[in-house]
């Protein structure tokens, strides 16, 4: 099961050594959002969480590596849940990847520090795609988008154009 998350998120499978990583890159990346993003965000902090979330899941979508198009249907759940049109799926096998919808899962909880919003493929190699297994994702692309939006946050380059995208932009409660 592979999780992009913010709060917490992880990766299972058998590299342990990518699973420290993404670990790691959640907590830097979360720390970004709350000390960069939401303080200069004129919208809520769920609304900030969503937009990043959908934003994160985008950079995602357009780097993991797709077959059949099941483990990227699993991605999915997201855009269902905030009302916004899916990619396309790219995939040859639509049983496949009405499978991957199934499989994806999208949560959003509240707790006492705000809005926590996970993403879950649990396709059952999506852990070997992320670790490097197919060659149209080397490196894997949770990782790599993470630390993308994270390069641009510090940059500066998400925070502006998030304001832009978040002024008057309601996603839900």
């Known amino acids: 099961m592979a999780k992009a998350g913010f709060?917490?998120?992880?990766?299972?499978?058998?590299?342990?050594?990518?699973?420290?990583?993404?670990?790691?890159?959640?907590?830097?990346?979360n720390n970004l959002l709350r000390n960069v993003v939401l303080p200069s965000a004129p919208a809520s902090a769920g609304?900030?969480?969503?937009?990043?979330?959908?934003?994160?899941?985008?950079?995602?979508?357009?780097?993991?590596?797709?077959?059949?198009?099941?483990s990227r249907a699993a991605w999915f759940p997201i855009f269902d849940h905030l009302g916004k049109a899916s990619p396309p799926s790219?995939?040859?096998?639509?049983?496949?990847?009405?499978e991957g919808r199934r499989l994806g899962s999208y949560?959003?909880?509240?707790?006492?520090?705000?809005?926590?919003a996970e993403m879950v493929n649990r396709v059952k190699y999506?852990?070997?795609l992320e670790a490097g297994w197919s060659k149209k994702a080397p490196t894997g692309a949770v990782?790599?988008?993470?630390?993308?939006?994270?390069?641009?946050?510090?940059k500066g380059d998400v925070t502006s154009?998030?304001?832009?995208?978040?002024?008057?932009v309601r996603l839900g409660a």
Do not use: C, Y
Request: net charge positive; no cysteine.
């Open 90 to 98: 790219k995939g040859n096998d639509p049983a496949a990847i009405a």
């Open 47 to 70: 609304d900030v969480i969503r937009m990043t979330a959908l934003e994160l899941m985008k950079r995602v979508m357009r780097a993991w590596p797709v077959l059949s198009g099941r």
């Open 161 to 168: 154009a998030f304001i832009r995208k978040l002024k008057g």
């Open 7 to 29: 709060a917490h998120g992880q990766l299972a499978g058998r590299s342990g050594a990518a699973r420290i990583e993404v670990i790691f890159e959640t907590a830097k990346f």
């Open 143 to 154: 990782r790599n988008s993470m630390r993308a939006m994270m390069v641009d946050v510090q």
């Open 126 to 128: 999506a852990p070997a």
């Open 107 to 116: 949560k959003e909880t509240k707790t006492a520090h705000g809005l926590t």
